[in-house]
């Protein structure tokens, strides 16, 4: 059964620095998603992307965010100033259409 | 925006009996409605879902029921096993191409053997 895949799976940063998130959504998906889970808590949206651009953003999403499609396989999620508060698990997700598929998620620490 | 609450935050059950966990919605434009279900450390896993237009789908020992005019839905487990142990959280979204999921609480559901 085709699965998103994220790498890595854990992800150690000092505060400031700039982290790279990498996802491979299912091949035949068209919407791709980043969200974040800060321990214990629930899932929140972060980013929507179809058609090779942003389709809504949340708050969250701020200008130290950004998305990528580099080429026809990869969705790529860049913080470029880590903050304490970012330390949460980020998940990628993909979708033909509604049902959302999400990745294993990437553990990120920011020290 | 969408607010999705999520009752009760914990709940624990003998093995073989049943579960009820129940989500209310605020914005009558939302039309999808997925459960998922997540595993100490692991990803959400979609276990079922339903659009706006029906109002129960039942899979097996689960089913998910939904009033649109109340705005609320629920998620009930028959005959519980140990392996249904796990955090569950409803969500809510505008199906329109690209959505944007709103996830509930979550509830954290033990089985006790």
């Known amino acids: 059964e085709p699965e998103v895949t994220q790498t890595p799976s854990h992800q150690v940063t000092q505060m400031g620095q700039e982290v790279i998130l990498r996802c491979v959504p299912i091949?035949?998906?068209?919407?791709f998603y980043w969200y974040r889970q800060i321990l214990g808590q629930k899932v929140e949206f972060l980013v929507s992307?179809?058609?090779?651009?942003?389709?809504?953003k949340s708050e969250i999403f701020d200008d130290q965010f950004s998305v990528e499609r580099p080429d026809g396989s990869n969705f790529t999620l860049k913080i470029r100033s880590t903050k304490l508060e970012d330390s949460a698990m980020y998940f990628c997700?993909?979708?033909?259409?509604?049902?959302?598929?999400f990745g294993s998620g990437t553990q990120l620490s920011v020290l | 925006g969408e607010n999705v609450e999520q009752h009760p935050s914990t709940l624990s059950v003998q093995e073989g009996d049943s579960a009820v966990i129940k989500c209310t919605y605020s914005?009558?434009?939302?039309?999808?409605f997925p459960w998922y279900k997540q595993e100490l450390g692991k990803r959400p896993q979609l276990i079922i879902d339903?659009?706006?237009?029906?109002g129960e789908k039942k899979d097996q020992r689960i089913a998910v029921t939904l009033n649109k005019t109340a705005k609320h839905f629920s998620l009930h487990i028959t005959e519980t096993q140990p392996e249904d142990s796990a955090v569950y959280f409803c969500?809510?979204?505008?199906?329109?191409?690209?959505?944007?999921?709103?996830f509930g609480q979550g509830t954290r559901l033990t089985i006790n053997p």
């Open positions: 997700a993909s979708s033909a259409w509604e049902k959302l598929f």
């Open positions: 091949s035949n998906h068209l919407y």
């Open positions: 992307f179809y058609n090779n651009e942003i389709s809504e």
């Open positions: 914005d009558s434009a939302s039309n999808y």
């Open positions: 339903i659009r706006s237009n029906v």
């Open positions: 969500a809510a979204s505008k199906v329109q191409g690209a959505q944007k999921l709103v």
